[in-house]
C-alpha cells in the first residue's frame, strides 16, 4: 500500500511539473471579498504565478467567477437583489468590463496581454461551434495571449437559474463545469480549481464523528483515482457565494480524468498556491487520470445536447454495454422527441434510464418510418432495417447523464451497408416536422 501511494505521488509530481497546457479556474469566494468587492490581496498572487507559468512557456486558460458580484457592489445593490434573474443579468453585464479591466492591469505588470471569451452553452453543445471555440484560443496561444473564459450571463440564463434535482441541464450549470468542458475541448493536461477550502475534506459517512466537510480539523484525502458514490457524499451544498461546490468540483474532476489529464483542488487563498501545485508538492486533492475518452466520443458524453432519445429493449442494451455491439432496429422499441440527422439522442432502457448516447442517422420522424418497417419485415420474418443510431456510442454510469467519468466506456457503431442506403434516404428531401405541442428538453 505505502509503495503503491508513492508511485501516485510521483506520478501526481510529475504530471503536475511537466503540463504543458492547464486551465486554472478561480472561484468567486476567491476573486470576490465580502461585499463583492475585487480582493486583489488574493487575485495578486494568483495572477503573478499564471504570467510567471506562461512566460515558462505554458499555455494558461484562466476560467474567472466574480463578475456578478463586482457587478452588485457597484451598482450598491443588497445581496437579496440577485434572486431575481435579470438583476443577476445586468450584474454581469456591469461587472465583466470591471473583471476584464482588473486583470488587465495585473497582468499587464507582467507584460502579460488579455483577452475575454465569453460562452453560452451554445458553443458546447452545438459541434461546429465547439471545434471554433478550440482554433480561437489556439490562435491566441499562439500570440502568446492569455484567454479569461467566463459565461456570458447577460445572455444566457442556464447557469444562474435554478436546476431541479434529476433534470439533464445543457452543457454547463456552473464554471466548474464550464472549467472542464474548456479542459476537455483543449484537450489540456491538468485542470486546477481554485476555492476556499484545502480540498475534498473526508468525514464518517454518517455524520458520526460530529464534523461537518467544512471543519477545519476535517482530513484533505489527497490523492483520487475514481469518484465513487461515497465520495460525493462527501461533498453537499453549493457555496456561500458562489452557485457551486464540492459536488460540482468532483463532476469537473471526473471529466478531466475522462480526458485523461490530472485535476486538483486547492486553496485559492493560500499564499503561492498555484507555484505549489505545479512544482509537485502535496497540496490540496489530486484526481488522477483515468482511461481516455478521444475526441468526439467525449463531447458527445459532456457537452452535447441531447435532442431526443430511442428507447430499447435488454438485449441491446446488453449488446452495447457488454459486448460493445451494435444497436440495430431490431432492439430499438420506440422514439420520443424530435430530432434531425447528426444531432445527439439519448439512448434510455425501458425505465426511462439513460446509458448511452450517439449520433442520429435520421431525423426523428424517418426514425419512425424506419421502425414501421422492422414491424412489416418482422411479420413477413425478414431482417428489418438499419438502426436510427451511429457513430461513437458513451456509455454512461447513472441514470442522469454520463458523470462517472472512470466508468465510462465506448462503443463502435458497426454499420452495415443496408445502414448507408438508410441514412442516405432519412437525409434526402426530409423536412422537419412542425410541432404542435414540443415536448420540453
Not at 209 to 238: C, F, H, M, Q, Y
Amino acid at each position: 500500500m505505502q509503495e503503491e501511494n508513492q508511485r501516485l505521488n510521483d506520478e501526481r509530481e510529475k504530471r503536475l511539473r511537466a503540463a504543458p497546457r492547464v486551465v486554472v479556474k478561480v472561484g468567486t469566494t476567491t476573486v470576490t471579498g465580502s461585499e463583492g468587492d475585487l480582493c486583489t490581496e488574493r487575485i495578486e498572487p494568483i495572477a503573478g504565478s499564471i504570467a510567471r507559468l506562461i512566460n515558462a512557456g505554458r499555455q494558461v486558460v484562466l476560467v474567472s467567477s466574480g463578475a456578478i458580484g463586482l457587478g452588485r457592489s457597484l451598482l450598491q445593490l443588497h445581496p437579496s437583489r440577485l434572486h431575481d434573474l435579470v438583476t443577476k443579468q445586468a450584474c454581469a453585464a456591469v461587472g465583466q468590463s470591471l473583471l476584464m479591466d482588473a486583470y488587465k492591469s495585473l497582468f499587464a505588470s507582467w507584460g502579460v496581454k488579455v483577452a475575454q471569451v465569453l460562452l453560452t452553452e451554445d458553443d458546447f453543445s452545438n459541434w461546429r461551434r465547439y471545434s471554433n471555440l478550440r482554433h480561437t484560443i489556439e490562435k491566441l496561444f499562439g500570440f502568446g495571449v492569455l484567454p479569461i473564459v467566463n459565461e456570458n450571463d447577460t445572455v444566457s440564463t442556464r447557469e444562474l437559474e435554478s436546476v431541479a434535482p434529476g433534470t439533464q441541464f445543457t452543457a454547463f450549470s456552473d464554471n466548474d463545469r464550464l472549467a472542464a468542458l474548456v479542459m476537455s475541448g483543449l484537450a489540456a493536461d491538468a485542470l486546477i480549481l481554485l476555492t476556499n477550502v484545502d480540498g475534498l475534506l473526508a468525514r464518517s459517512p454518517s455524520g458520526t464523528d460530529g464534523r461537518s466537510n467544512n471543519d477545519p480539523l476535517s482530513e484533505i484525502i489527497p490523492l483520487v483515482t475514481e469518484v465513487t458514490g461515497e465520495l460525493k457524499n462527501l461533498a453537499t451544498g453549493p457555496s456561500a457565494s458562489g452557485r457551486g461546490g464540492m459536488v460540482t468540483k468532483l463532476e469537473a474532476a471526473e471529466i478531466a480524468m475522462s480526458c485523461g489529464g490530472i485535476a486538483v483542488i486547492a486553496n485559492g487563498h493560500s499564499p503561492n498556491i498555484l507555484d505549489r501545485v505545479f512544482a509537485g508538492d502535496r497540496v490540496g486533492t489530486a484526481f488522477l487520470p483515468s482511461k481516455r475518452i478521444r475526441g468526439k466520443r467525449r463531447w458527445i458524453a459532456y457537452a452535447a445536447e441531447v435532442r431526443g432519445r430511442v428507447v430499447v429493449d435488454g438485449g441491446a442494451e446488453q449488446a452495447i454495454t457488454q459486448r460493445k455491439g451494435s444497436l440495430l432496429a431490431s432492439g430499438v422499441l420506440r422514439v420520443d422527441g424530435y430530432f434531425t440527422p447528426m444531432d445527439v439522442i439519448s439512448i434510455v432502457d425501458r425505465h426511462g434510464r439513460e446509458f448511452a448516447r450517439g449520433l442520429a442517422n435520421c431525423a426523428s420522424h424517418d426514425t419512425e418510418e424506419v421502425l414501421g418497417k422492422k414491424i412489416a419485415r418482422a411479420n413477413k420474418g425478414k431482417r428489418g432495417p438499419a438502426s436510427p443510431v451511429r457513430g461513437t456510442i458513451a456509455i454512461s454510469s447513472g441514470g442522469t447523464g454520463p458523470k462517472g467519468a472512470s466508468r465510462v466506456a465506448g462503443a463502435r457503431q458497426a454499420l452495415e451497408s443496408e445502414s448507408k442506403r438508410t441514412v442516405d434516404g432519412c437525409r434526402k428531401g426530409h423536412r422537419r416536422p412542425q410541432l404542435e405541442n414540443p415536448p420540453s428538453k
